[in-house]
């Protein structure tokens, strides 16, 4: 890949100076954007309002504003034969580094860190051409064939994970893999912002013994539907979708998902254990995501209220909403 698409994780060398430093990223604003990604180039990462952190997640990424409240639940990664893109199999460089990705499906085993980044990428394009959705279970890597598959063990809690690898990334030398949201937090990682990890390649047919290990996931890998645009995926779903009216009033949000079948079953899960709140219960999408909503409620009291007793009954609490 070009240096300049797959540089999502590129930082400008610090100099001497604040002048200089102005000056310097003056004249980087030429590639800032990304011809192939649309991203642009990280400085040190660190997390907001906090000191930085060797492998953490980068200067103004971190979670999302609205995540999903059930990221254990998302099912792993599962592997499956497809096409490699052969634009993502030519040699490349990065922050001077010179890569030279894997053009077949081969074994693959290192250790290293792993990091992760969130939503200063989410829904822009990765170094395949898809949309990047920081609630699937996806990394990046400088050199395994894109897409791939891969188990990401926690060397220090021993959990894992399968993802597929759809991206580049990352170009830092003291780094092997970059996880995406949820994957960093279903293997323990995202709080430390890094993890000292081995990442196997899987090959689909062939099971490793890495691979028969036990994963993370709450009940067995399903495969997860492709990552494609959101508007599109939203258009498609709307047609059968269990629709709240689009209203104004005081609403409760139960969850939401980056796709909308994930959405779909927690819905009927939530209306088997919610019997009470059934016929008021929908989706909303909204904002690339699928939104579990509960309501309209004729008042905060009463949206408290519910909001407690979801609580008691699963755990989970509800963010209150006006629209």
């Known amino acids: 890949m070009l240096f300049a698409v797959e540089t999502k994780h590129m930082s400008c060398y610090r100099l001497c100076g604040v002048a200089v430093m102005v000056i310097f990223l003056a004249g980087c604003g030429s590639f800032l954007k990304r011809d192939g990604s649309g991203r642009t180039p990280s400085a040190a990462p660190v997390k907001s309002g906090t000191a930085a952190k060797k492998g953490g997640y980068y200067l103004d990424d971190g979670p999302g504003d609205d995540p999903p409240g059930d990221l254990a639940s998302i099912p792993d990664a599962v ?4 096409p490699l893109r052969a634009a993502n199999m030519r040699p490349y460089v990065a922050l001077g580094k010179s890569y030279t990705p894997m053009t077949t499906l081969d074994p693959y085993r290192e250790r290293g860190i792993a990091s992760w980044y969130g939503r200063r990428y989410h829904g822009q394009k990765t170094a ?10 996806t990394a990046a890597h400088p050199t395994l064939p894109l897409p791939s598959y891969a188990r990401i063990t926690h060397l220090d809690s021993g959990r894992s994970v399968i993802v597929r690898v759809n991206d580049r990334g990352p170009f830092h030398s003291d780094r092997l893999i970059d996880l995406s949201y949820t994957a960093a937090f279903k293997l323990g990682v995202l709080d430390g912002g890094s993890g000292w990890v081995e990442v196997e390649s899987i090959l ?10 036990t994963t993370t996931s709450a009940s067995p890998p399903q495969d997860a539907p492709p990552v ?8 498609a779903a709307t047609t059968n979708m269990p629709a709240l009216p689009d209203t104004g009033g005081i609403y409760l949000q139960l969850g939401a998902f980056a796709a909308y079948d994930n959405a ?3 819905l009927a899960h939530m209306r088997t254990e919610l019997p009470a709140l059934s016929h008021v219960l929908g989706i909303v999408p909204r904002d690339g995501l699928f939104k579990v909503h509960a309501g309209p409620f004729p008042d905060h009291a009463a949206a408290r209220q519910a909001a407690d007793g979801i609580a008691r009954t699963l755990s989970i609490r509800p963010m209150l909403l006006v629209r």
């Open 79 to 82: 592997p499956r034969a497809e």
């Open 128 to 137: 395949s051409g898809e949309v990047y959705d920081m609630y699937a279970m």
């Open 204 to 213: 689909p047919g062939a099971e490793s013994p890495a691979a028969a290990a």
């Open 228 to 235: 494609q645009n959101r508007a599109g995926t939203a258009d």
């Open 264 to 266: 779909d079953s927690f």
